[in-house]
C-alpha cells in the first residue's frame, strides 16, 4: 500500500522560504510520475509541480523560478523548495502519486495521480 506524508509547511512572510517534504512508502520515489498540488477552500486543487518518470519536471506559470520540485532516493523523500513566497502561494499542499509515466501534457493535472498525503498547510503573510 502506498502511503505519502507531507511535512514542512507553516507560516513565512512574504519573500521567504519554505521546503515540503513527501515521505513514500509503499513504493520507490523514483521512477514514477509525482507531483505537489495545492488547494484553497473554495477551489479547485491546482498542480504545482511534477516531476515524471523520466525525471521530466513541470510548473504552473506562476511558481516557475521560485520552486523547485526534486526527490531523493535515498530518503524515498519527494521536495518541494519554495522561495521568494507570496501570499497568493497560501494554501493547504498535497503530495501526490501516479503511474510510471504520466505526460508532458496532462503532468499537472490531478486525474492523473491515484495516491494522495492528507497534505500540509502553508500560510504566507504579506
Known amino acids: 500500500q502506498v502511503q505519502l506524508v507531507e511535512s514542512g509547511g507553516g507560516s513565512v512572510q512574504a519573500g521567504g522560504s519554505l521546503r515540503l517534504s513527501c515521505r513514500v512508502t509503499g513504493r520507490t520515489v523514483r521512477g514514477y510520475g509525482m507531483a505537489w498540488f495545492r488547494q484553497v477552500p473554495g477551489k479547485e486543487r491546482e498542480g504545482v509541480a511534477a516531476i515524471d518518470g523520466d525525471d521530466s519536471v513541470s510548473y504552473m506559470d506562476s511558481v516557475k523560478g521560485r520552486f523547485t520540485i526534486s526527490r531523493e532516493k535515498a530518503e524515498n523523500t519527494l521536495y518541494l523548495e519554495m522561495n521568494s513566497l507570496k501570499s497568493e502561494d497560501t494554501a493547504m499542499y498535497y503530495c501526490?502519486?501516479?503511474?510510471?509515466?504520466?505526460?508532458?501534457?496532462?503532468?499537472?493535472?490531478?486525474?492523473?495521480?491515484?495516491?494522495w498525503g492528507q497534505g500540509t498547510q502553508v500560510t504566507v503573510s504579506s
Open positions: 501526490a502519486a501516479g503511474p510510471g509515466y504520466v505526460g508532458r501534457y496532462v503532468r499537472l493535472e490531478a486525474g492523473q495521480y491515484a495516491n
